[in-house]
């Protein structure tokens, strides 16, 4: 003989109800999730306590789910999320090297000189190169060399014009440490005026291209200074090339 529960239905019933009831709530869930998203990035934890409520909500209260089913589910969500996770990473790097990125069409860049805008230059001993934009409203112009604290450490006068000039790496006549350093110039009216001032383009050899946090390429120069392609304004043999050249 079967028990009968206090509402006049059986066991049996229950659970063919709480089953259909866990089933619908599961389907509405599952719609409304795959109505916003598309595919395997689609999952997320809120949707699963989403189901897992449903699931605990709807169950058989006579026979009711172990918890270590509970656990097992958690841990399988895991695994997939980490999954899905690894696999979207894998899919930005694939597209940064066959297309949102286009690294390759970087690499030949690597060993060659390159001018970059709003960038730092590195100092290793040898003079460091820079230009200038160069203003025919000045008097004259100084250049002015700071750490990367942003304390000036260099100033001396420089030619009002866009050729290629150097700082000797000398402060206070002995040779500054190695390192990235600021160059700017300020430019001054005949009465000492300050009329503006701008950060040099600095030159430095490509020596990596990678991508970024942000899985964007970056240029990698001398010094691990990094730039973004868009800061290159010129490319061209590195000094040790151009002097075997000459020789």
Known sequence: MQAVSPT?????????QST??????????????????????????????????AQLKNQDPLDP????????????????????????KLDSIADALG??????????????????TDAPAFFDGDPVKYRLSGSSEAAYVQ??????N????????????????????LVNGAPAPQGAYA???????????????EAANTFGGVREVRLNAEGEP??????????????????GALEEEQQQAAS
């Not at 006049?8 to 063919?16: A, E, F, H, R, V």
């Not at 389907?27 to 795959?34: D, F, G, L």
């Not at 297309?99 to 970059?116: L, R």
């Not at 942003?150 to 790496?169: K, L, M």
């Open 183 to 197: 160059v700017n110039a300020i430019y001054y009216a005949a009465d000492g005026t300050v009329l503006g001032q």
């Open 65 to 88: 789910a172990d918890s270590t089913e509970f656990v097992a589910q958690l841990a399988q969500f895991s695994s997939v999320e980490q999954l899905v996770n690894a696999n979207n």
């Open 218 to 235: 970056s240029i990698v120069l001398d010094g691990g200074v990094e730039v973004t392609p868009d800061q290159i304004t010129g490319l």
């Open 20 to 53: 259909a009831a866990a089933a619908q709530a599961a389907q509405a869930s599952a719609s409304e999730t795959e109505s916003k998203n598309t595919g395997l990035n689609a999952v997320d934890f809120q949707n699963f306590l989403t189901l897992l409520t």
């Open 150 to 169: 942003g304390a000036e450490i260099a100033r001396f006068p420089s030619v009002n014009s866009t050729g290629v000039q150097t700082w000797n790496g």
């Open 99 to 116: 297309g949102g990125g286009n690294i390759d069409k970087y690499a030949s860049w690597i060993g060659k000189q390159a001018e970059a």
């Open 8 to 16: 006049g239905s059986t066991p049996q019933n229950q659970q063919s």
């Open 143 to 148: 250049t002015v060399i700071s750490d990367r």
